[in-house]
């Protein structure tokens, strides 16, 4: 029985690049859990351990990804399993350049059915232990993403891998409407306090923030429990998980 992304009903088709069907509605209404829900169906079916819904953005320093959710969620993403031996820089490139899908690692089934499909290049290293598939998808606003799955004992059928992309469409465009919703119900954030957020996320202390910010210890500190305050955070690295949920700093 195949499963639907969300219960509203498709009014009509258009092709996606590789003449991927992906609806041309979506429903709004949803969760981010229950997009995480139907990822997860996603990766039962490809016999995926683990799985990753990420953002593309583009800056001076070249295409980077933003994790949405992955395998680990309601926990925030950090190890990132899905992405194991694969260069981050290199994915994101090519999900940036191309809607065509991409693999990786040494599983012999997976490997000989992915070899046989033209469009799909494979990435990285041979000897890469865990095998990985990453979908590259847009939304119709434009906002490119990838969604990978990895595992010891991935497996697709070959003939199946239009129908798991246009899964992939169908999922990447909800999370964004999703994400796009819970950004504009988000309370405002100043400038300066995302400044010191995103400097969070790097993993800068405050010291370091009120350094490169050119601000008092005290201010920095301020800035950024405000910024926890606004976004019903508990502390200062659970403001930053929300934050990147919502697409407020990448």
């Known amino acids: 029985m195949k499963r639907r992304l969300f ?49 593309l953005n583009v800056s001076s320093e070249g295409v980077t990804m933003t994790a949405c959710f992955d395998s680990n969620y309601p926990e925030f993403c950090r190890a990132a399993p899905q992405l194991a031996g694969i260069d981050r820089k290199q994915l994101a490139r090519h999900a940036r350049a191309s809607t065509a899908p991409c693999w990786w690692g040494k599983n012999a089934a997976f490997a000989d059915v992915m070899q046989d499909l033209p469009f799909a290049p494979r990435i990285g290293a041979s000897d890469i232990s865990t095998s990985g598939l990453a979908f590259p ?31 992939c469409f169908s999922l990447f465009e909800a999370v964004y409407r999703i994400r796009r919703t819970e950004a504009e119900r988000a309370p405002a954030i100043s400038r300066r306090e995302l400044e010191c957020l995103r400097l969070t996320s790097a993993g800068c202390t405050s010291e370091e923030i009120a350094r490169q910010l050119k601000l008092s210890v005290h201010t920095a500190n301020q800035y950024l429990t405000q910024t926890a305050q606004k976004l019903n955070a508990v502390n200062r690295m659970h403001a930053v998980a929300k934050a990147l949920r919502l697409g407020l700093i990448g």
Request: proline fraction near 5%; charge should be negative.
């Open 7 to 55: 219960s509203a009903p498709i009014v009509e088709q258009n092709t996606a690049p590789l003449g991927v069907k992906v609806p041309a509605q979506t429903s709004a209404t949803g969760k981010l859990p229950d997009a995480v829900r139907h990822c997860r169906w996603i990766a039962t079916d490809l016999n995926a351990e683990h799985f990753g819904v990420y953002m």
């Open 137 to 167: 998808v847009n939304t119709e606003r434009g906002q490119s993403g990838v969604v990978v799955f990895s595992g010891t004992e991935l497996m697709a059928e070959a003939d199946s891998i239009h129908e798991f992309h246009g899964r």
